[in-house]
Structure formats: structure tokens, C-alpha cells
């Protein structure tokens, strides 16, 4: 697939690809060159623990010590 450089230094990523990667609006990418070549790709948060705040609730919103307490039970 091809894109043209418009005069402000802008490229359209054909749908194709930006669906293949999850690229959304307001999605950061990066720019490298690693040889010779351009490479575009997603920036990734360096706090390898950001992505997962949030996710593990535990039912009933009790403790951690009173639902370990109640699984080991069960």
C-alpha cells in the first residue's frame, strides 16, 4: 500500500492497516529508522503495570485478606 507526503509533512495510513493495529484516533506513534528504513509504530506505556490499574476487582469490594480468606475456604 502507498500514501503521499501532503506539503504539511502529513500521511493518511490506509484504513487497512490503522484497523489491523488499533490505530485510533488520538492513538501516539512513533517514528525510528533502524537501518535505513522508517518505521512507524504505537508507543507503548513504559510502566508495565499502568495497563492493568483498574482491572482486578474483587467482588463485593471487600478486602484482599477477607476474599483470599473466603476463596481458600470454598
Given amino acids: ?3 503521499v ?3 504539511k509533512g502529513q500521511l493518511t495510513i490506509p484504513i487497512e492497516i ?3 493495529f488499533g490505530l485510533d ?4 506513534v512513533e517514528f525510528l529508522t533502524r537501518k535505513g528504513d ?3 509504530r504505537k ?3 513504559d510502566s508495565k503495570l499502568q495497563k492493568w490499574r ?12 477477607k476474599y483470599l480468606a ?3 475456604v470454598e
Fill in 1 to 3: 500500500m502507498k500514501s
Fill in 5 to 7: 507526503l501532503s506539503s
Fill in 18 to 20: 490503522r484497523k489491523l
Fill in 25 to 28: 484516533t488520538g492513538v501516539v
Fill in 38 to 40: 522508517l518505521i512507524l
Fill in 43 to 45: 508507543s507503548v506505556d
Fill in 54 to 65: 483498574g482491572r482486578g476487582k474483587i467482588p463485593g469490594y471487600v478486602s484482599v485478606d
Fill in 70 to 72: 473466603r476463596v481458600r
